[in-house]
């Protein structure tokens, strides 16, 4: 077993099967040395488990647990894409967050920071990165957080 799905048994996390896109590109590229990761959602065996805004058809603990679905949906396509080898991460670059709220909702980084933690538990150090987390009044299929990410890889 390698050292990250060592870290993952640990952590109690069991990553999903890596989701399919839902249009016309791919989960990952791999290009220089860096794993892009398209936006993921947050679904769970294809099912959209997270939708509304924050603020209005979702409260922020709701939306912090749509963030995690996404950030273990972005590992498992990772991982996916590295032939089951997340040990290839060499750090986790940049996470971008976004978040439909409504109007006047302003705690997206805290949102966010449910994304990002799970970055730094799984990977350390290396999972620490930069990020935004902006707010938006509309995400494809209604979802309540969307993420994409950039990892350097060996």
């Not at 390698?2 to 590229?29: C, F, H, M, N, W």
């Not at 705690?107 to 620490?128: K, T, W, Y």
Request: hydrophobic share 45%.
């Amino acid at each position: 077993m390698s050292k990250i799905d060592d870290r993952l048994q640990e952590l109690g996390i069991t990553l999903p099967t890596a989701p399919k896109p839902g249009g016309s590109y791919v989960p990952v590229v791999l290009a220089a040395g860096m794993a892009f990761v398209a936006g993921q959602i947050p679904a769970v065996d294809g099912n959209i488990r997270y939708t509304g805004a924050v603020g209005r058809d979702a409260d922020e603990d709701t939306a912090r647990a749509a963030a995690r679905t996404c950030a273990l949906n972005i590992l498992a396509a990772l991982r996916s894409a590295l032939d089951g080898d997340l040990d290839r991460v060499r750090r986790c670059v940049k996470l971008g967050v976004f978040v439909q709220c409504a109007e006047g909702f302003d705690r997206q980084p805290e949102v966010a920071n449910s994304a990002s933690d799970v970055m730094l538990q799984v990977f350390g150090e290396a999972g620490r990165h930069a990020r935004f987390a902006v707010g938006t009044n509309a995400l494809p299929r209604n979802v309540t957080v969307e993420i994409d990410a950039i990892f350097e890889i060996d």
